[in-house]
Structure formats: structure tokens, C-alpha cells
């Protein structure tokens, strides 16, 4: 009996231990939880759509880049900080059924297209050249702000690459073609002048692996739909419209992108099973090595959303409303000039008025005919 | 069997004649062809410094500060080393990583007070007697004063060791004797001048991401001007008619702090009100105090709805700030931000890293039920531009850093900004500036090194030389202590080094495999080629054939 009691209250001790060491635990996850916002370093996102191919029947590159495209803006990256190089030519295609429309399901479901769109490079101006560019910074000055890419040391960029490629190339408008190496090369020149903290690639097309073979800077994880030496199918045709709508790995992807909404916590692994051999018929393929953070703890809203960090402000400035300005500067000269008004460009209320006089005049012009006619038949 | 002779003769004349000729044919291909094609197919690449650019990829920093210690009359410790005035150095080299260190050295000139400035130091506040002081020095940029005052005197309050007025100067106790009185003074300079801890974040590129705090994100990188934006947000103008008076309110307050930071970059300052702009969370309604409250973890979602309508894609290449208050809706108010541990934030106000900040303007109620709607609003600028400027100053990463015990400082007041946070910005920028041309220009002269078919045009070259001297001269001027002339050629040589780096016409567009090279210049040189080397192939030959000959008929 004696030996009982203290082995219940060992019990009851042990309990209350475990249950307080649980409490401590879960308050530091959660504790964890909101400061693994400061983990991945970033604090703003861009993204880079590219569509590189052109002509009817290539819908579905077009619709492939305009999903990515509202999904990257559904969570939450601004039409400022994406940069979409379509080649434009599918809403006002004369071939098109539905104008006006891109659609990116069969049964003509969702329309990517819209009203909403902002396409920054369009049609010819999708080029190799035109996308290195964007990617080093080295642009004619002329360039407006939403041709460019003003990242900094603390951004994190998608780039989403779609079109026909081949074995270390990628083919652009059908007249070009860019190289595994040069894409390389501009990602280096990126890393030097630190215009990224960590870069996603993703490609979608036939051999999409062998692009990102030659990667050689830091902080670059990569997919690619299809592995070396094998095709990336298009996934199903619209007998509306008469071309395929999709190709099979964006259409997945684009699909486990629906579950994502800017809270979610979801991880890269994942991103890494989408679309296995049964469904895609191609192997996806990926490459971690050149990434430092393991893929478990980077969320998908790292890149594909927008997710700021924020900080209490704590202090305050305490500001003397007493005191008077001081004229640290003299007043900037107001050259006292007359107001000025704009000229009326289009008078209409004068036209009106002449007009109005003009057909009054014509009123009493037809009425006097009139008289004279009525007049001259009766003398008749 | 004469005429036999004679025509073998001719002909041997005849064909050394050939063998003469195939030889020049070969020898003008040679000497005159090759380099000729060598020359016009050349890419033109103008002369960059690129042993002096190597030299810049190991940083060396040397920062001197100017110090004058001033001793009022009863301050002195006893154990002084040698009699007033002399000078003194204070030294310490930080090695950050093998191609990064600094070596900072502390100037100090010490000296008894003069009679103006025993007055000063005898007003009744601590305050006039910084206001005093700062009158009867001449403080360049980065330079300080360092008052030291009896330790029984009755200026500073009690349990204070050192005041740091809102200029360059500080009131340091005598303290117990001449070791206590060393420690407080190197504290004191090292608050008013840079730590090794500042200057490592400004050179958070060189250095690896695991030794930065969250302090190195938060403010802006040096760039050559600022854009800032005020917006007003009002998601319900039937409720809410708000009136600002922000062209006053930015004349008086934020003005005098740009004006300060006019030296560092280009400002501009734009406002705009935003009607029907709602936040994109839904606040909670809380019972207890019945009002709503967002809490901290919903607040980075707050931010991207809004984003998108502020126009910050209209506006300048610079990097943009934008300061939102937000006024809640009638059916929302009051609305108080919740910290972490659930207490409701005090400014009501919070800040996002490298974009700006949004605070909450909570509205009364009308007084009469009835009062018809819209209720005209005044907003208290004061009150606004407080939290604005704190912001401001947080972004800028001009942070009070944790006060130690028994340092008294100054709030700058309305001028926003003390002349030391800005010499300490100063210094930091400075280094930043000096790293950032380092890694650009050494990436630079590694990229034209490795793609021989860039063209490096000679306004390319020259910026390129510009950039070098200009950071040559800043590292010259920081090792002698000029902060303002540093500043001034690191600024230079930034933009010098950018203008260089980012000329659209650096870039190399055609890879050509050696296979594709081949397959260009082989039906141009393999038709002419063959000819001669056939011929040279015969000529060795029959040389060789006439060397054996003799041997033999002998």
C-alpha cells in the first residue's frame, strides 16, 4: 500500500512532466513555425515567364505560361515583379474559334486569358537576346519599368521556360535557339552582381534536363519535365478548338498548385512527385545540389508567392509639433504667373450653337420650299 | 647530248623556279595571311586595368576616426601616461575572412577645456550645454568630441556614465580611475563611429549568409537615390471623409531628415490616397475589448491585395518605400495590431523589410448616433509622422542598437536624424560601397576574360578606370579619416562601376561550339590550303631525295 501511493504520484509527477515538456514543445514550434519566415532570407519574389514558341499550333506553350501566370499572381506576386514574354499570337489568332480567349482545360472551362493580363515582352520581341538581358540587367536605358527585372541580393525569382527544346537547347520563335551554356553562363553573371538570394527553374519541354545540366551557381534548384532523350507530351486535345491545350507536366503542376494558397506550408518534395512516369509518360527530373537549403524546409510560397516579412514597429520618433519649421532651405521662387487655362481644343459648344442656327435656317428654308411647292400646285 | 644538258639544266632551272615559287606562295599565306585574317576577325577590346582590378579582391579596410578628448577642469585621472595635450592611437585589426579585413584606428587628441567651452559646460541642462558646445566646435564628417567631465558633476543624471548629445559630441563621466575612464571612452566611440558588427553586415556580400542578423535584411542596399511614398487608404468613404494635411506635414518632419541624408542619395517624396483599398485580411472581433485585432502571423498577408494598386510600377528605376495609413471601415474599427505574445502594439504600426511600413488610424465614433455620415476626419500628422519616421529611420538601418546600461542618448527630435547615426551610416555605406565596386569589378574583369568575343567598347574601358581610381582614392581618403571626401569617390566609383557592368553592349549572344568554328572555316581554308601544303609536302620531299642522291652515286 505504501509502496503504491508513492508510485502513483511518481506517475502523476511524470505525467505533469511530460505534459509541460509537450506544452513547452508546441509553443517553441509554433514559436519556430514564425520564425522560419526569417529562414529562406528573402524578402521579396519575382518571376520570369517565358513562352519561346509562336504560330497556332503552338496553343498550348501560350496556355501553359498564362496558368503559371495566374497562379504566380493568384499568390500573391504583383504584375510589377513578374515579367511575361508570350509570343501573344493565340487570342487574336484568325484560326481561333473563340476570340479574344486562351484556354488551358478542354470543354473551354478556364479562360487564362482575360482582361488582366500584362504581357511585357510580346510577340517579335521574344528573343534570345531580349531574355538575356532581361535575366543580367544589361538593357538600353530606354527600357520602361516593366520590362526589367530589379531584383536584388534578397530576391527569390521563378523562371518558367516553355516551348520545343532539344538536347541542350531550347528553341526560340522558331529562329533561334538559346544553349544550355549560355543560360549557364547568365545565371553565373546573375550570382556575380547578386541579383538573386535563390532561383527556381522550371522547364517544360522535350529534354528539358539537359538545360540545366551546365549549372554551375549557388542557389539554383531546377525541374525539368522530361529527361534527356525523351519527349514531353501535350496532354489532351479540344475538338472545339482543334489544338492540344496543355502539356501534361504543367497541367499537374498547375493542378497541385490549385491546393496552394499563401498560408500554406506545403514543401518542395512535393513539387517533386508531381506528375510520376504513369501520368506524364516522361520522367520529371530535378537537381538539388547547387541548392544550400534541403528541399523539406523550402515552401512553395518561397517562390511561387509572396509572402513578406513583417516586424512590429516598436519605437517611435518623439517630434515637437511646437516647433516652428525650420527654413533649413529658402523657399523655392514661386514665379507669380498669370493662371493659366487650356484652350478649348474642340469648341463644341460654339459648334453646337452654329448648328443650331444653321438648322433653324434650314427649317424655315424647307418650309418657305414647301409653300412655294404646295403653292405651285395648287396654281396648276 | 649539249642540247640533253641544256634542257635538263632548263628544266631544273625551270623547276627550282616552281619550288621558289610554291615556297613564297606558302610564305606570303603565311606571314602576311594569317595575321591579317587574325586581325580583322579580331573582337575589339580596349585596355582594362586588369592587374589593379585583382589587387581590389582583397579588401583590406583601414578606417581612421579623428578623436578630441577634452578634459574639464577636475576630470583628469590622476594616472594620466603623459601631461595635456597629447595624442594617442588606438588601434584593432578584425581579420572577417582571407580577403577581407579592417584595421580601425581611433585618432585621439587629448586636451584641457578652453574657457568657452568651461561656460558651456557649466549650463543648467545637459541639453544647452551640447547645444553650447556644438557652437564652439568645428566638426568635420566622421570626426568627434568627447567631453570628459568630473565625476561628481551634477550635468548628467544620476546612475549616467555617458550622455551622446544630437551632434557629434558626448559628456563621458571621469569614472573611477584611468582604466574605467578607457573602457567608457572606446564604448562611447565605438556607439558614435561603427562596431565590428556594422561594418560586417555592410559587407554582408562578401560575407557567408550564417553570421548575418536580421537587422543586415531589413534596410535598403546603398543605391543612388530613393523614392517614398505616402498612401492614405480609405476603404470606406461613405463613413469616412479623411483629410491630410501630408505636403505640411512632410515639409516639417520628413523634409529636415532628407535634407540630412541629401548627401547620401537622391530623394523624392510622392503621396497619393487610394479609395476602397481594404486590407486582405479580415480582422477578428475580439469580446473582451470589443474592438478587432489582426494578429502577427496574419500580418505578411496584409500587404500583397494592397500591393498591386499602389503604383509602384510607374514610378522611378530607384528602389521605392512605400508608408501606408490605413483608416478601418465603420464596421471595422477599432482595429489594433497584436504582437506575438498577444499585447496590442503600441504605435500600431508595423514594417516589412526592404518595402515600407503600414499603420492604423483608428477613428472615434461619430458622437451622436445621428451625426450624418461621412464624418469629416482630421488626421493628427504628429502622431503619424512619428511612427513614419521611426520606420523610415529602421529602413535606412539607422537602428538604436541595444543600449548599454548607464549610456544616456539623445533623440534627434524633430530633426529625425543625429550627426552621428549619420556619420555611422556614413561609414557603413562608405565600406559598402567600396565591397560592392570590389565584387563588380573583379566579376567584370573575370566575364571579359572568359568570353573572348565581347566587345569592350572605350567608353566601357574608361568607366572601368574611373571606377578603379575613384575607390583607390575612397580607401585612401577612409585610411586618413576624410569621411565626406570617402563617401563622395565610393559613391563615384559605384556609379562608374554600374554604368560599366551593365552596358547593354557587353553582351556575348553567340556560343559556338569548337565544332560549329570548324564547320565555318574549313570551306573557306581547306581549297587554298591544299595547294600549297601539297607543294611544301613535294618541295620537303625532293629535298630530301637530292640529300640521299650524292650518298648515292657515290
Same mark, same amino acid.
Not at chain 1, 288 to 294: E, G, Y
Given at each position: 500500500m505504501a509502496a503504491a501511493v508513492p508510485a502513483a504520484r511518481w506517475a502523476r509527477a511524470a505525467a505533469a512532466l511530460l505534459l509541460g515538456c509537450c506544452g513547452a514543445a508546441l509553443a517553441s514550434g509554433v514559436q519556430d513555425q514564425a520564425e522560419? &519566415?526569417?529562414?529562406?532570407? %528573402?524578402t521579396n519574389n519575382w518571376a520570369v515567364l517565358v513562352c519561346t514558341s509562336r504560330f497556332w499550333f503552338n496553343y498550348r506553350h501560350v496556355a501553359n505560361t498564362l496558368s503559371v501566370y495566374r497562379s504566380v499572381k493568384r499568390l500573391g506576386i504583383p504584375d510589377s515583379h513578374i515579367v511575361l514574354m508570350l509570343? *501573344? @499570337?493565340?487570342?487574336?489568332?484568325?484560326?481561333?474559334?473563340?476570340?479574344?480567349t486562351v484556354f488551358s482545360h478542354k470543354n473551354m472551362?478556364? =479562360?487564362?486569358?482575360? *482582361? @488582366?493580363v500584362e504581357v511585357d515582352y510580346r510577340s517579335y520581341e521574344v528573343t534570345v537576346e531580349n531574355f538575356l538581358r532581361v535575366l543580367t540587367g544589361?538593357?538600353?536605358?530606354?527600357?520602361?519599368?516593366?520590362?526589367?527585372?530589379?531584383?536584388?541580393?534578397r530576391s527569390n525569382i521563378l523562371i518558367y521556360m516553355t516551348g520545343h527544346g532539344g538536347n541542350g537547347f531550347l528553341k526560340f520563335q522558331d529562329s533561334e535557339e538559346i544553349t544550355n551554356v549560355e543560360l549557364a553562363d547568365a545565371f553565373e553573371q546573375m550570382w556575380q552582381k547578386r541579383r538573386y538570394n535563390e532561383l527556381l527553374f522550371i522547364i517544360d519541354t522535350c529534354q528539358g534536363a539537359s538545360m540545366y545540366e551546365r549549372f554551375y551557381s549557388p542557389n539554383i534548384m531546377a525541374l525539368a519535365s522530361s529527361q534527356v532523350g525523351e519527349d514531353s507530351l501535350s496532354h489532351q486535345p479540344d475538338l472545339g478548338i482543334?489544338? %492540344?491545350?496543355? *502539356?501534361r507536366y504543367t497541367f499537374y503542376v498547375l493542378e497541385f498548385l490549385?491546393?496552394? %494558397?499563401?498560408?500554406s506550408q506545403t514543401n518542395m518534395n512535393d513539387l517533386f512527385q508531381v506528375c510520376p512516369k504513369s501520368l506524364c509518360v516522361s520522367t520529371p527530373g530535378h537537381r538539388?545540389?547547387? &541548392?544550400?537549403?534541403?528541399p523539406q524546409n523550402v515552401?512553395?510560397? @518561397? &517562390? &511561387?508567392?509572396s509572402v513578406r516579412k513583417v516586424e512590429i514597429t516598436a519605437e517611435t520618433i518623439s517630434l515637437d509639433p =511646437?516647433?516652428?519649421?525650420?527654413?533649413?532651405?529658402?523657399?523655392? @521662387?514661386?514665379?507669380?504667373?498669370e493662371p493659366l487655362k487650356y484652350a478649348e481644343q474642340l469648341p463644341v459648344a460654339q459648334i453646337i450653337h452654329q448648328c443650331g442656327d444653321i438648322a433653324v435656317l434650314d427649317s424655315v428654308f424647307l418650309w418657305n420650299s414647301m409653300e412655294e411647292t404646295s403653292a405651285h400646285d395648287m396654281k396648276k | 647530248m649539249a642540247a640533253a644538258a641544256a634542257a635538263a639544266a632548263a628544266d631544273e632551272a625551270e623547276k627550282a623556279r616552281g619550288r621558289r615559287a610554291a615556297l613564297s606562295f606558302a610564305a606570303i599565306a603565311v606571314v602576311l595571311g594569317l595575321p591579317l585574317w587574325w586581325k580583322t576577325t579580331e573582337t575589339y577590346r580596349a585596355a582594362l586595368p586588369y592587374a589593379d582590378i585583382a589587387a581590389l579582391g582583397e579588401l583590406s579596410f583601414q578606417l581612421a576616426v579623428p578623436v578630441a578628448v577634452v578634459f574639464a577642469p577636475?576630470?583628469?585621472?590622476?594616472?594620466?601616461?603623459?601631461?595635456?595635450?597629447f595624442r594617442d592611437t588606438e588601434e584593432k585589426e578584425t581579420l572577417l575572412n582571407s580577403r577581407t579585413s579592417i584595421a580601425s584606428r581611433y585618432e585621439m587628441v587629448c586636451r584641457s577645456t578652453t574657457a568657452q567651452e568651461e561656460a558651456a559646460l557649466g549650463a543648467a541642462t545637459v541639453q544647452e550645454a551640447d547645444a553650447a558646445l556644438h557652437q564652439l566646435q568645428d566638426a568635420s564628417l566622421g570626426s568627434l568630441s568627447l567631453y570628459v567631465i568630473p565625476?561628481?558633476? $551634477?550635468?548628467?543624471?544620476?546612475?549616467?556614465?555617458v550622455y551622446v548629445g544630437k551632434h557629434r559630441s558626448a559628456l563621458v563621466r571621469a569614472g573611477q580611475g584611468l582604466a574605467a575612464l578607457r573602457a567608457r571612452l572606446q564604448q562611447v566611440m565605438q556607439i558614435m563611429s561603427f562596431t565590428t558588427s556594422s561594418i560586417t553586415a555592410a559587407l554582408s556580400d562578401r560575407? /557567408?549568409?550564417?553570421?548575418?542578423? /536580421?537587422d543586415a535584411r531589413r534596410h535598403f542596399k546603398s543605391s543612388l537615390g530613393y523614392e517614398i511614398t505616402f498612401s492614405l487608404l480609405n476603404p470606406d468613404p461613405k463613413s469616412h471623409a479623411v483629410h491630410w494635411d501630408i505636403e505640411g506635414a512632410v515639409s516639417r518632419y520628413v523634409q529636415p531628415f532628407l535634407d540630412k541624408l541629401s548627401f547620401l542619395a537622391n530623394f523624392s517624396v510622392d503621396s497619393q490616397i487610394l479609395y476602397y483599398a481594404v486590407l486582405g485580411v479580415t480582422p477578428r472581433f475580439d469580446k473582451e475589448s470589443s474592438s478587432f485585432l489582426l494578429s502577427a502571423h496574419s500580418l505578411?498577408?496584409?500587404i500583397n491585395p494592397v500591393e498591386a494598386r499602389l503604383g509602384s510600377s510607374a514610378a522611378s528605376l530607384y528602389p521605392v518605400l512605400n508608408f501606408l495609413l490605413y483608416v478601418p471601415e465603420r464596421s471595422h474599427s477599432p482595429l489594433y495590431i497584436q504582437d506575438k505574445d498577444g499585447a496590442l502594439v503600441g504605435t500600431n504600426a508595423f514594417h516589412s523589410p526592404r518595402w515600407g511600413g503600414i499603420m492604423v488610424y483608428n477613428v472615434e465614433g461619430?458622437?451622436?448616433?445621428?451625426?450624418? $455620415?461621412p464624418l469629416r476626419v482630421d488626421v493628427d500628422m504628429v502622431r503619424v509622422m512619428e511612427v513614419f519616421l521611426a520606420q523610415l529611420r529602421l529602413l535606412f538601418g539607422v537602428s538604436r542598437e541595444v543600449q548599454p546600461p548607464e549610456v544616456l542618448l539623445e533623440s534627434p527630435g524633430?530633426?529625425?536624424?543625429a550627426d552621428w547615426e549619420l556619420d555611422r551610416l556614413l561609414w557603413a555605406r562608405t565600406v559598402e560601397n567600396v565591397a560592392t565596386v570590389s565584387t563588380t569589378l573583379t566579376s567584370l574583369a573575370q566575364l571579359l576574360d572568359k568570353i573572348g568575343n565581347i566587345v569592350i567598347k572605350d567608353d566601357v574601358a574608361s568607366e572601368v578606370y574611373r571606377a578603379v581610381a575613384a575607390v583607390q582614392s575612397a580607401m585612401a581618403e577612409l585610411a586618413v579619416g576624410h569621411l565626406h571626401s570617402a563617401f563622395q569617390a565610393s559613391k563615384e566609383a559605384v556609379t562608374s562601376s554600374e554604368r560599366a557592368f551593365f552596358? /547593354?553592349? $557587353?553582351?556575348?549572344?553567340l556560343y559556338f561550339p569548337d565544332d560549329q568554328k570548324f564547320a565555318i572555316y574549313i570551306p573557306l581554308f581547306l581549297p587554298m590550303a591544299v595547294p600549297i601544303l601539297l607543294s611544301l609536302a613535294k618541295i620537303f620531299r625532293e629535298a630530301k631525295q637530292r640529300k640521299k642522291e650524292p650518298t648515292k652515286t657515290d
Open positions: 522560419q &519566415f526569417f529562414k529562406s532570407g %528573402h509570343a *501573344d @499570337d493565340m487570342a487574336c489568332n484568325p484560326r481561333n474559334p473563340k476570340p479574344a472551362e478556364l =479562360n487564362v486569358y482575360g *482582361d @488582366d544589361r538593357i538600353p536605358p530606354s527600357t520602361p519599368r516593366s520590362k526589367r527585372l530589379l531584383s536584388d541580393d482543334g489544338v %492540344h491545350l496543355m *502539356d490549385e491546393e496552394i %494558397h499563401p498560408a538539388t545540389d547547387l &541548392f544550400q537549403r534541403d515552401l512553395i510560397t @518561397d &517562390f &511561387f508567392g =511646437n516647433l516652428s519649421a525650420f527654413e533649413s532651405k529658402p523657399p523655392k @521662387d514661386e514665379l507669380a504667373a | 577636475g576630470s583628469q585621472p590622476r594616472d594620466l601616461p603623459r601631461l595635456l595635450p565625476e561628481t558633476s $551634477l550635468l548628467l543624471p544620476q546612475g549616467i556614465g560575407m /557567408p549568409a550564417s553570421q548575418l542578423g /536580421p505578411p498577408h496584409v461619430p458622437a451622436a448616433p445621428q451625426a450624418s $455620415l524633430n530633426e529625425g536624424l552596358d /547593354p553592349s $557587353l553582351l556575348h549572344l
